[in-house]
């Protein structure tokens, strides 16, 4: 049976015979077709009839319609009722903006609004550097889309994109207490989306460019960070690249090797991949080959892309080539940002002793991590119902903090790897295992020390 995921829970309003007994055969229906039952609830009970809540987790949504198909055979039951517990959490949104200021009397308004709201804008126009002090910009980030690479959705729109865009916004405010904003742009040209970005700026602190595709994305962020004063971080590129990084720094605790020594594999030569390898060979390694649809690149073949051509020309320095399964051999990582399935786990063999397997394609990965635990030493992928997930709200909170606090301008290298060693040194020496290389989303101090390193201030 496939694993079942919180994603796809739903809860089924049943009415039943007025026989508790029935609970029972409702649960094993559930079970028979691998669903996981996490509540039932009798919520009525008369002489005649039962009214009965059961709440189970399913696959995905084919899976969740089966278990409906099952309960709804039982004999004495009927399914009244499906919700979906996904779409009852977005209904409405998931974001909202309160007031931080009581607005009860006239008094009040006289301070928080006209007249006494003038005299503030009077000094931020005399000292205009006050402004991250007496408004929300100092802790304000614009999470910008042009919804052209949402998840692993593909270029499904801005408005598509505003459920993740806002679950971002969410994020930055529950692990890092940052006031995030959606901005989903109608737009997919470079040019608009630079300008309305730049527009947009002086009521921000800071700028994360979010699901935008490459290489387009390449060139906004290129540019933002050249004309904006305030810090502009594409979390798809780098704050992936900060906990792969992070990641690979505690695996290669785990099977005594060194980074620097080691070779490896990136699958995906994307946004994400770029920076991937951008971090890895600023972290000292010497060996990495990028790997996308056609095979390996390489600086000798004269027809790859401009983007491509300058990756290949920064990686592969013994020039190999072919496909991905011919590069695997003698490697000692992978790395997958790329497709899902495209890693047969009997390659994994074919790989250097104690193999590292990072296989990060959302939601299905580039192999089976199950799979890929029966050859690989330490396994890593994206997803929430394996070990070691590879997430990024370990790092862009913190980033984001770090940047915020220290009024930075612009977001460094050396601050990328800062962040990266901040999150590996969270596992302790006695904590740390094959599958415990990173720490979990929800450790307490992760942002904290994440944020410090981004700010130069040490652990704090």
Request: aromatic share 4%; hydrophobic share 45%.
């Amino acid at each position: 049976m496939a694993a079942t995921a919180s994603s796809y829970s739903i809860t089924m309003r049943l009415y039943t015979a007025p026989d508790h007994g029935v609970v029972g055969a409702v649960a094993t229906a559930i079970a028979s077709q691998g669903g996981v039952v996490t509540a039932i609830d009798v919520t009525d009970s008369r002489h005649d009839r039962l009214v009965v809540d059961v709440t189970c987790s399913a696959a995905d949504a084919e899976h969740s319609k089966d278990l409906v198909s099952s309960v709804d055979g039982v004999d004495g039951v009927t399914v009244h009722k499906v919700s979906d517990r996904t779409f009852l959490l977005h209904l409405g949104g998931k974001i909202s903006v309160e007031s931080k200021v009581p607005l009860r009397t006239r008094d009040d308004l006289s301070m928080a609004y006209t007249p006494g709201v003038g005299r503030v804008s009077m000094a931020i126009h005399d000292n205009p550097e006050d402004v991250r002090k007496l408004t929300i910009k100092g802790n304000s980030v614009a999470v910008v889309t042009d919804g052209s690479a949402v998840l692993g959705l593909g270029n499904i729109g801005p408005g598509a994109a505003m459920p993740v865009m806002e679950g971002k916004a969410a994020l930055f405010k529950r692990f890092a207490d940052i006031d995030a904003w959606p901005i989903c742009l109608a737009s997919q040209d470079t040019d608009e989306i630079v300008k309305a970005v730049e527009m947009i700026a002086p009521g921000f602190g800071g700028i994360n460019l979010e699901d935008i595709a490459a290489p387009r994305c390449f060139e906004i962020e290129k540019r933002l960070r050249e004309s904006l004063d305030i810090p502009v971080f594409h979390d798809d590129q780098h704050g992936t690249a900060i906990v792969v990084l992070a990641a690979l720094t505690n695996a290669m605790r785990c099977v005594d090797k060194k980074l620097t020594e080691v070779r490896i594999v990136v699958s995906g030569a994307g946004a994400a991949g770029t920076a991937i390898v951008t971090l890895l060979l600023a972290a000292g390694a010497q060996d990495v080959v990028v790997v996308d649809r056609e095979g390996a690149l390489s600086a000798d073949d004269s027809t790859l892309s401009a983007a491509h051509a300058q990756l290949a020309g920064a990686t592969n320095p013994r020039r190999v080539t072919g496909s991905l399964q011919e590069v695997l051999v003698g490697a000692d990582v992978f790395v997958g940002v790329s497709a899902p399935g495209i890693l047969d786990p009997q390659w994994i063999p074919t790989m250097a002793e104690k193999p590292v397997v990072f296989a990060l394609a959302n939601p299905d990965p580039e192999v089976d991590p199950a799979e890929a635990g029966k050859y690989a030493a330490v396994v890593a992928s994206g997803r929430s119902d394996y070990p070691n997930q590879i997430n990024n709200v370990l790092a862009f909170p913190g980033v984001f903090r770090g940047l915020l606090d220290a009024g930075a301008s612009h977001v460094t290298t050396d601050m990328l790897l800062r962040a990266a060693q901040a999150i590996a040194d969270t596992v302790s020496e006695e904590e740390l295992h094959a599958a415990f290389i990173i720490p979990s989303v929800f450790h307490t101090d992760v942002t904290k020390r994440v944020a410090n390193a981004i700010s130069g201030r040490g652990e704090g």
